[in-house]
């Protein structure tokens, strides 16, 4: 069923002759604009409001000059949907869908996001209509997109689809209003993997406005050092490569969650440097723009906007501990491995030993072996 009995819709091009049938209007005719109408209510008969257009309606036939009536039911919405991303190349293109040059120049799509309810219509309507228009000539590529994907549904806190009548509708301009607007953007990241859909919980959202005022609170804790903290320099290293390679894969919840736990490790330093923070500001950026440009401004962190600046770059080597995986016996037998620094010394690499093996190193400590980076061995007495 592609017509419809409703005013808004395109028009459908074609008249019926009481002579010959069915004709289409000749392409000098078009586009055929909609006429006005004083209601767009639809009537009591179901026939289309525009019906009641006699001027309109009545029109002579293409084929004959005999008399004949305009077809008065529209297209559906999804007819309109399935091109409107060639009409975006070239919107005020008077004589065509869009000019060849604006076509060959932004066609096809570079990356077409949508939700994930229009997996199957839209996107099949949407790819028939652009090889219909490639066939035609009409589009230069076959395909209208060169990357696809979908986001999943944010539910209502009990798990249902939002609605009305469900009553379980979360209004976002209240989430601002009580919790702030990077709280909103940065919870709706957070809230779960990009292409499922996940429940709203209140109580994520008042996690999410702790980190922000965790990440707001490091101004007390910053010193007048302008170089990465020895001790964070590789969990920074980290933090950017996982972070960019995260929003790249579309992984939102994941890269804002490896930013928390930096911000963990910056409480448990102690102190960070400008150059620690800086770094965070310029991750977290996409996610809060509006609190970390503030920080970035109060501070004088970043020259102009954040977002002005370079992404920040990590150093492979840097993001790599260096630690050394060693062999942890008992009288020589095998009970587990153990990862510790690689200039670790005897007292320390032992000792770590100790820890993990816990009650199962049980009896009196005859000798302590340690043969640097590859071997503890504990022999003990029963
Ligand atoms: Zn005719």
Redesign the pocket.
Known sequence: MFSRQRYWGEPIPVVN?E??GW?PLDESELPLILPEVESYEPTDNGESPIAKMTDWVNTV?P??G?P?KRETDTMPQWAGSSWYFLRYTDPSCDYAIASPEALKYWMPVDWYNGGMEHTTLHLLYSRFWNRFLYDSGVVPVAEPYAKRTSHGMILGENGEKMSKSRGNVVNPDDIVNEFGADTLRTYEMFIGAFELSAAWSQEGVRGCRKFLERVWKLQEMVTDEDSYSKALVTRIHQTIKKVSNDYENLKFNTAIAAMMSLVNDFYKAGSITRADYRTLLLLLNPVAPHITEEISDRMGLLRGRVYQNAWPEYDEAKTVEDTVEIAVQVNGKMRGTLTIPRDSDRESAIAAAKEMLGTRLQGSIVKEIYVPGRIVNIVVRP
């Open positions: 002759c002579r010959c004709v036939c084929c004959c005999g004949a």
